[in-house]
């Protein structure tokens, strides 16, 4: 079935722009009106009513969902709400930001008072208890994150496990072969929190099928847990030299835990992170980068489309894109090949 995703992937435009030539809800320039109907025409795109029609009877508001639980980094969580607020203006709608942990019964709540046109929902547990419920609701939802199961959703996200992969080979390219990783607090796996579990899973299978020996262990945010996470590291292989790190509260202890023991970024140790791209160039780190605003903008469209009654894609996964930069160098097995890059070198996107 050809969806809305589909026409504005064809026609070059974003998700909302085909709902707002498909509703008349705003003014669409003629040239860009005609390159959507023609794509619409092309594809055999035909628009249903979905679970909700339009009505009059709309609030223009839609709730973001983001309960703010221990092991959560409020600096990042923050670019998603801005992002999130500014583009929900941009279709004239306000944002109800709904941060009390309630689970189920907090989404059953506000569904029921009628304050919202739908949801966006945050923090996704691969078992997240709120899908069902979701599911159900009259209100449609789009999820930043995505559950074990998709069916019946919307979801957008980062491919956690592709990026956790993209750090692997970037330092194998670069002839490391004993790579440790400081994952996310516990308590975040203790939830079973997606995007944690799926980038831990994604460095074991890359390094497994690199031949990397590997250790991963949680960190928590402050400097004496990333020193002991550290040195646990160290001691479980005396030869790593290279470290991926998913964890931005943590990130500004790696350096100088490492300086602590002995190793020097990246001369003995190479370092990439998953992280806000402002972050990774404060800190001169190769990164992959967490692209908040493109994904809380991404969930905000598709969102949109489903209030008008336009079918979306249940899952759509933003490919990650790393950036070198001072924290990465050639590691022992380095053999002069590939694409590997020297430290110090430009950042450049990979």
């Known amino acids: ?54 009505s009059t009877s709309r609030t223009n508001v839609v709730a973001l969902v983001l309960p703010l639980r221990r092991g959560a980094y409020l600096p990042v969580l923050m670019r998603f709400v801005t992002a999130a607020i500014v583009e929900a203006r941009r279709h004239e709608l306000d944002v109800l930001v709904v941060t009390a942990d309630q689970g189920a019964q907090g989404l059953r709540r506000v569904a029921g008072s009628a304050q919202v046109d739908g949801f966006l929902v945050m923090d996704v547990e691969l078992d997240d208890e709120r899908v069902p419920l979701l599911r159900q609701l009259a209100q449609p939802s789009v999820l930043i994150g995505h559950p074990a ?39 975040v796996y203790q939830r079973n929190t997606g995007y944690a579990q799926r980038t831990m899973a994604g460095f074991g299978a890359a390094a497994m099928r690199r031949g990397i020996a590997s250790t991963a262990l949680p960190a928590e945010d402050d400097y004496e847990s990333v020193l002991i996470c550290t040195r646990a590291l160290l001691r479980a292989q005396p030869a790593m030299t290279a470290l991926v790190v998913h964890n931005e509260a943590a990130l ?54 489903k209030v008008n009654g336009l079918p979306t894609p249940p899952l759509t996964l933003l490919p990650p894109k790393l950036r070198t930069r001072a924290s990465t160098a050639p590691g022992p097995a380095f053999t002069g090949g590939g694409s590997a890059a020297m430290a110090g070198s430009p950042a450049r996107a990979i």
Do not use: K
């Open 252 to 305: 500004g202890w790696v350096a100088s835990s490492l300086r602590a023991l002995g190793r020097r970024v990246p001369e003995d140790v190479a370092v990439v992170a998953i992280c806000p791209d402002e972050l990774a160039e404060q800190l001169f780190l190769t990164s992959v980068r967490l692209p908040a605003e493109e994904l809380a903008r991404q969930a905000v469209d598709l969102l949109v489309a």
């Open 149 to 187: 199961t998709t069916n019946g959703l919307t979801c957008v996200d980062l491919d956690f496990e592709a990026a956790a992969a993209r750090c692997v080979d970037h330092l194998a390219d670069l002839g490391h072969r004993y790579i440790g990783f400081l994952g996310a607090p516990s308590v």
């Open 1 to 54: 079935m050809v969806t809305i995703a589909d026409v504005a992937r064809h026609a070059g435009v974003a998700p909302s722009t085909v709902s707002y030539v498909l509703t008349g809800r705003r003014s669409i320039s003629a040239r860009t009106r005609s390159r959507v109907t023609e794509s619409i025409r092309l594809l055999g795109y035909r628009p249903h009513a979905g679970r909700r029609a339009l």
